[in-house]
């Protein structure tokens, strides 16, 4: 059975760092993009990043570019999101998502991540 | 900032057909393929359609297409397990990211 299980969230003060991991199994996980993909309180969804199946290849929100960096050890079938300099407006749930816009998409339960002092 | 665009709330009763609109540009649904979402109440999202294709499991009550830069989702013989939120997004070629649309939610 497939399995996105992501880890990592908190409570982090504004200005603060906090890296979300997403293990992956039942799958290939070398075989896939991987996504990032976040849902403010009460709002809508947000994608957030994306890496092609070796790494090479990496694309981001605008509002994220510079502070948020996302990145895989297929060896570990984990995708990461490394968030530096954290404003309250980047909270949300973050959901892991394989394949986003394919027939092979699938999502993680996703993991809370709070900015705030 | 969604650059694709949804009716907040859309509505029908059982048996009925009720059908979304997602509107956007060319270098988004004019240029690619458009999915379908469904977000649960305090689920996940889950994939319902994508381009016009549905991935195994899911109802053929469900059915998306496209016309420029426009897309529709029909839910046809509507049930009450329906109820939840449905978003459209597609890649934007322009902005080199995925764009997700603003979201309706449907009420049974």
């Known amino acids: 059975e497939d399995q996105l299980v992501e880890s990592g969230g908190g409570l982090v003060q504004p200005g603060g760092s906090l890296k979300l991991s997403c293990e992956a199994s039942?799958?290939?996980?070398?075989?896939?993009?991987m996504n990032w993909v976040r849902q403010a309180p009460g709002k809508g969804l947000e994608w957030v990043a994306n890496?092609?199946?070796?790494?090479?290849?990496?694309y981001y929100v605008d509002s994220v570019r510079g502070r948020f960096t996302v990145s895989r050890d297929n060896a570990k079938s984990s995708v990461f999101l490394q968030m530096n300099s954290l404003r309250p407006e980047d909270t949300a749930v973050y959901f892991c998502?394989?394949?986003?816009?394919?027939?092979?998409?699938?999502w993680g339960q996703g993991t809370q991540v709070t900015v705030s002092s | 900032q969604s650059v694709l665009t949804q009716p907040p709330s859309a509505s029908g009763t059982p048996g009925q057909t009720v059908t979304i609109s997602c509107s956007g540009g060319?270098?988004?649904?004019?240029?690619?393929?458009v999915n379908w979402y469904q977000q649960l109440p305090g689920r996940a999202p889950k994939l319902l359609i994508y381009?016009?294709q549905r991935p195994s499991g899911v109802p053929d009550r469900f059915s998306g297409s496209k016309s420029g830069t426009s897309a529709s989702l029909a839910i046809s013989g509507l049930q009450s397990e329906d109820e939840a939120d449905y978003y459209c997004?597609?890649?934007?070629?322009?902005?080199?990211?995925?764009?997700f649309g603003t979201g309706t939610t449907v009420s049974v």
């Open positions: 381009g016009d």
């Open positions: 890496i092609d199946e070796d790494g090479s290849v990496r």
């Open positions: 997004a597609a890649w934007d070629g322009s902005l080199k990211s995925y764009v």
């Open positions: 998502v394989r394949a986003i816009g394919g027939s092979r998409s699938y």
């Open positions: 060319g270098s988004n649904i004019g240029n690619n393929p």
């Open positions: 039942g799958f290939t996980f070398s075989n896939y993009w």
